[in-house]
């Protein structure tokens, strides 16, 4: 099984619908992150969890909310979908201090119409 | 201007070595890193080398690290087709604790 897992790989939704993307790890860390991916702009955070009890917005949180279920449960929800979030997300967890760096899910290909 | 620049292209013929270079704009950043990612998956940290280094080696990967200009470069020896992928710098920032990343290299094996 992956360290990281993220439910769906694929989705197709309609403009102004509810959301859920789901993100859970077996890694045991406590650090969690949701990002999005577009061709050319790389990679932006959209929200990070330190653990349980801390969320923190990233630079791009507008029109996005998360919850931290657990330790190993992160989820992403849109709240009303649109167009221009059409994108790549990725889920990625780190241990306490994030120095070795991040391991990511494989992610999920949103598409909205 | 931004964090962590990289070019976003590079053509390679196949057995060439590649080298992929970014600039980075904090130099008070404690890591520095690579990651790669392969069509239709995630990122996989390839590397990453502590900001008191000037070089890492791993088999066919090297890392120089120049904390003067802030540049840091990854080589690739023997360049193969299964390095077709797109290769991500990343930072390390000490203000805020935040890993940054560039845009990613995408790098294509001429045959």
């Known amino acids: 099984d992956a360290d990281v897992t993220q439910t769906p790989r694929n989705r197709i939704t309609k403009t102004g619908k509810r959301i859920m993307l789901e993100c859970s790890q077996t890694?045991?860390?406590?650090?969690m992150y949701w990002y999005r991916q577009d061709p050319g702009l790389g990679l932006r955070l959209i929200y990070y969890?330190?653990?349980?009890?801390?969320?923190n917005k990233g630079e791009i949180s507008d029109g996005y909310s998360v919850s931290r279920q657990a330790q190993a449960k992160f989820s992403l929800s849109l709240e009303s979908a649109i167009p221009n979030q059409t994108a790549l997300y990725f889920c990625?967890?780190?241990?306490?201090?994030?120095?070795?760096?991040?391991?990511f899910g494989s992610g999920t290909r949103l598409t909205v119409v | 201007g931004e964090d962590v620049e990289q070019s976003l292209f590079l053509s390679v013929r196949e057995g060439d070595s590649s080298v992929i270079n970014c600039t980075y704009t904090?130099?008070?950043?404690?890591?520095l890193y690579w990651y790669k990612q392969e069509p239709g998956a995630g990122l996989q940290l390839l590397t990453y080398?502590?900001?008191?280094?000037d070089m890492k080696q791993d088999q066919r990967l090297t890392v120089l690290l120049n904390k003067k200009d802030k540049h840091l470069s990854l080589r690739i020896a023997d360049t193969q087709t299964g390095d077709s992928a797109i290769y991500f710098c990343?930072?390390?920032?000490?203000?805020?604790?935040?890993?940054?990343f560039g845009k990613g290299t995408r790098l294509h094996i001429l045959p």
């Open positions: 904090d130099s008070s950043s404690t890591y």
């Open positions: 890694k045991g860390h406590d650090r």
């Open positions: 080398i502590f900001s008191n280094m």
């Open positions: 990343a930072e390390k920032r000490r203000r805020d604790d935040k890993i940054i």
């Open positions: 990625a967890t780190s241990d306490s201090t994030g120095d070795y760096g991040y391991t």
């Open positions: 969890s330190f653990d349980v009890k801390d969320i």
